[in-house]
T-cell receptor, first 116, second 114 residues
Framework: AQSVAQPEDQVNVAEGNPLTVKCTYS??????LFWYVQYPNRGLQFLLK??????LVKGSYGFEAEFNKSQTSFHLKKPSALVSDSALYFC??????????????FGKGTKLSVIP | DGGITQSPKYLFRKEGQNVTLSCEQN?????MYWYRQDPGQGLRLIYY???????QKGDIAEGYSVSREKKESFPLTVTSAQKNPTAFYLC?????????????FGPGTRLTVT
């Protein structure tokens, strides 16, 4: 079974400082990894994904994520946080193949608060 | 949220009543999904459909039913058998059904059952 852990329920960061939202995963074989953002009472918006290749993935709104196979991690980062980045962030994983490969498994989410 | 519509945004029902949540997409996507979101629990997959007239159970299908008669539509019925139906329901789609493609989400329906 595949799983995702987001160890921090909440992350607080000052505006202008770098931010990191952590994600570790467990999956059989190679993973496909995704980050989504959710604003209050809205659906999820896709930020970025890792499929293969370069371990550093760049996405929307200045976000990037680094895939680390040995640590089974896919942390989301941004060099300079904005107040408008405050939202709920979800990491998700799916396997390349197998019975569960069509299912996207989500972490429980991390609430990011950027303080002015 | 563009391309996927869910209606209504808020829905209130009495316990014991079935209720159907609408999900429509104009993205020409083959695959569609239903998730349930509860505070602190992330998203859990209820049902998914890869093609018309076919669907599979997800992790928490008990008390729910779906149909996929048209490519554009994937309605979810919350039956009276669902013990704790109050939640935020999200519909998503992706295309093609290839695993590398991200899912696009609708704006969600918040269901409250009293």
């Amino acid at each position: 079974a595949q799983s995702v852990a987001q160890p921090e329920d909440q992350v607080n960061v000052a505006e202008g400082n770098p931010l990191t939202v952590k994600c570790t995963y467990s999956v059989s074989g190679n993973p496909y990894l995704f980050w989504y953002v959710q604003y209050p009472n809205r659906g999820l918006q896709f930020l970025l994904k890792y499929i293969t290749g370069d371990n550093l993935v760049k996405g929307s709104y200045g976000f990037e994520a680094e895939f680390n196979k040995s640590q089974t991690s896919f942390h989301l980062k941004k060099p300079s946080a904005l107040v408008s980045d405050s939202a709920l962030y979800f990491c998700a994983v799916r396997a390349h193949s197998g019975a569960g490969s069509y299912q996207l498994t989500f972490g429980k989410g991390t609430k990011l608060s950027v303080i002015p | 949220d563009g391309g996927i519509t869910q209606s209504p945004k808020y829905l209130f029902r009495k316990e014991g009543q079935n209720v159907t949540l609408s999900c429509e997409q104009n993205l020409n996507h083959d695959a569609m999904y239903w998730y349930r979101q509860d505070p602190g629990q992330g998203l859990r997959l209820i049902y998914y459909s890869q093609i018309v007239n076919d669907f599979q159970k997800g992790d928490i299908a008990e008390g729910y039913s779906v149909s996929r008669e048209k490519k554009e539509s994937f309605p979810l019925t919350v039956t009276s058998a669902q013990k704790n139906p109050t939640a935020f329901y999200l519909c998503a789609s992706s295309s093609p059904t290839g695993l590398t493609h991200e899912q696009y989400f609708g704006p969600g329906t918040r269901l409250t059952v009293t």
